[in-house]
C-alpha cells in the first residue's frame, strides 16, 4: 500500500559550539546527504545567530527555520526581539517558530505560571512578534506543544485559534503554519491515527478503554483536526523531534527509539515495502506537512554520545543526485521569471557596464538588480562578472533556491552572440 512522504529536516544540535563554522561546515553537508531539505536551528532573543550558519546551510540545499525556544517576551522589550527578526528575514530566512510548549508550566520561567489566562497570557506575547513577521517577510509557526501537557494540548491550541478569531486577526490567521512533536510514547507509530473522527469519544485528559489519543507520533493530525474545527481549513503543519519518546522514564531502551525513527524515516522515503514489517507499524502523513524533523540531540542521545556520518547513514538511506530546492521555492512558485544580477561597487554602476546591459534589457527584459537575495526568487538568473569571476557560493546558493544560473560573458560582441543565440531569450 502506498503512503503519503514527507519532506525530511533536521533539528541542529542545541548547544552553541556546534554553530561554529568548521562544525556547521562539517555537518551541514552530511545532513544534505542523508536527503536532508530543511535544518531547524534553536535561537534566543537577545542574540541572533550567525550570519555564515545561514549561508552554509542555503549552500547545502537545507532551508534554514529558527525556533525561538525561550518564554516569549512582553511589548516592553518587543525592540530586542525585532532587531534579531529583522536579521534573519535579512539572511534569508523564512520560517521562525515562536516559543515552545507554552502549555507547560516549565515554559513560564519568566513570568510564572497562570493557568486560568494562560491562553490570554501567551497570546500577548505572540501576537506582536507574528505580526511583526509577518510583515517583514517570515511565516510565523505556533509553537509546539507538549502533548497533554500541563494544559491539555488539544484545549490549549482550540483556545489559541479562537483567540486569533476573535481579535480578527485573519492576515496572521492565514500565514500561519502549525507544529507539533511527533513523540511515540512508547506505544505503535500508528496510535491514534484519524484524529478525534476517528476516536470521537476521547475528551481532555480522559481516554476510554478501547480508544486512542493525540499523546502519540499522528498528534499533528489532532492538531490538524482543532484548526479545521475553528477555521474552517487546516494550516500547514512542522512535525518536530519525530520519533523520539517523549517520556521522562530512562528505562526506555535507545534501541526502540531508533527503531521507530527508521520507520519513520521510510515512511517519509516512501519506502514501507519490507515484509517484515506490517503496513499499520508505519505512520501515515496526511494533509498539507511542511516536513517532519528529526532532532541531532535526540538521536546523539539514542546513540550513546557516538553520532558519525556513518551512524546516521544506516538509519537515513543517501538518496543521490536529489534535485536539491529549498521548501519555499518551488518553480511554479517564483515570483520572478528572469533576474539579472549586476555586480555592486561603492562608485555604482559604471557607463560601461550600462552600455553592456542596455540591448539584454531591451530585448530580454529581464528584472535588473544588484540583491543577490532578490534573485533567489526568479526561475532564471544572468549574472554579470564585470571583472571578477561569481564565486561559488554565490552560485550554489542561487542553484539552492531553485534558480537557473547563467554567467554572461564580458565582452560587448560576446554579448551580441549570446543575444542572437535562440536559448537566451
Same mark, same amino acid.
Given at each position: ?84 527578526? !529583522? ?42 512578534? &507574528? ?14 506543544? #507538549? ?5 491539555? !494540548?488539544?484545549?490549549?491550541?482550540? #483556545? ?52 486512542? !489519543? ?16 475553528? =477555521?474552517?481549513?487546516?494550516?500547514? =503543519? ?61 538521536? =546523539? ?87 571578477? &569571476? ?36
Amino acid at each position: 500500500m502506498e503512503k503519503n512522504k514527507s519532506e525530511i529536516g533536521f533539528s541542529y544540535f542545541n548547544k552553541p559550539e556546534f554553530l561554529i563554522r568548521n562544525r556547521i561546515e562539517s555537518w551541514f553537508p552530511i545532513l544534505a546527504e542523508l536527503g536532508g531539505s530543511f535544518i531547524i536551528i534553536e535561537s534566543g532573543i537577545e542574540r541572533a545567530i550567525p550570519e555564515d550558519v545561514f549561508d552554509t546551510a542555503k549552500s547545502n540545499g537545507l532551508e534554514p527555520i529558527i525556533h525561538l525556544k525561550s518564554e516569549l517576551p512582553l511589548a516592553r522589550k518587543f525592540n530586542e526581539v525585532s532587531v534579531v527578526l !529583522d536579521a534573519y528575514a535579512r539572511w534569508g530566512a523564512h520560517y521562525i517558530i515562536l516559543a515552545n510548549k507554552p502549555n507547560t508550566k516549565s515554559a513560564w520561567p519568566v513570568a510564572g505560571w497562570h493557568y486560568e489566562n494562560l491562553v490570554d497570557h501567551f497570546l500577548d506575547r505572540f501576537i506582536p512578534i &507574528a505580526n511583526y513577521a509577518e510583515q517583514i517577510g517570515l511565516t510565523p509557526v505556533l509553537a509546539p506543544l #507538549q502533548p497533554g501537557g500541563d494544559y491539555w !494540548d488539544t484545549a490549549f491550541l482550540e #483556545q489559541v485559534l479562537k483567540g486569533l478569531k476573535r481579535r480578527k486577526l485573519d492576515t496572521l490567521i492565514e500565514k500561519l503554519c502549525l507544529s507539533s512533536y511527533g513523540y511515540t510514547f512508547d506505544r505503535p507509530l500508528s496510535w491514534g491515527e484519524g484524529g478525534p473522527e476517528r476516536w470521537a469519544t476521547v475528551q481532555p485528559y480522559m481516554t476510554p478503554e478501547g480508544q486512542e !489519543d493525540q499523546l502519540g507520533f499522528h498528534n499533528y493530525e489532532w492538531m490538524q483536526a482543532v484548526a479545521q474545527k475553528v =477555521m474552517g481549513k487546516s494550516p500547514t =503543519m512542522l512535525i518536530l523531534d519525530a520519533g523520539y519518546h517523549g517520556l521522562s522514564n530512562r528505562s526506555i531502551k535507545t534501541e526502540k527509539t531508533l527503531e521507530s525513527i527508521q520507520l519513520i524515516v521510510n515512511a517519509c522515503q516512501g519506502n514501507v515495502t519490507d515484509s517484515n514489517v506490517k503496513q499499520e507499524e508505519y505512520p501515515t502523513f496526511k494533509g498539507s506537512l511542511l516536513g517532519c524533523a528529526f532532532s541531532l540531540d535526540t538521536l =546523539m542521545a539514542a546513540m550513546e554520545d557516538d553520532l558519525s556520518a556513518n551512524a546516521l547513514k544506516e538509519i537515513f538511506k543517501p538518496i543521490n543526485n536529489r534535485n536539491a530546492k529549498s521548501i519555499y521555492l518551488e518553480d511554479d512558485h517564483k515570483l520572478i521569471e528572469h533576474y539579472l544580477l549586476l555586480p555592486k561597487h561603492e562608485s555604482g554602476v559604471s557607463d560601461v557596464v550600462l552600455n553592456k546591459i542596455r540591448p539584454i534589457i531591451k530585448q530580454i527584459k529581464p528584472t535588473v538588480g544588484f540583491s543577490l537575495e532578490e534573485a533567489k526568487s526568479a526561475k532564471r538568473v544572468s549574472i554579470l562578472p564585470d571583472g571578477a &569571476a561569481p564565486t561559488e557560493d554565490m552560485i550554489n546558493s542561487l542553484k539552492t533556491a531553485g534558480c537557473r544560473v547563467e554567467i554572461l560573458p564580458q565582452s560587448g560582441i560576446e554579448i551580441a552572440t549570446y543575444l542572437n543565440n535562440p536559448s537566451s531569450k
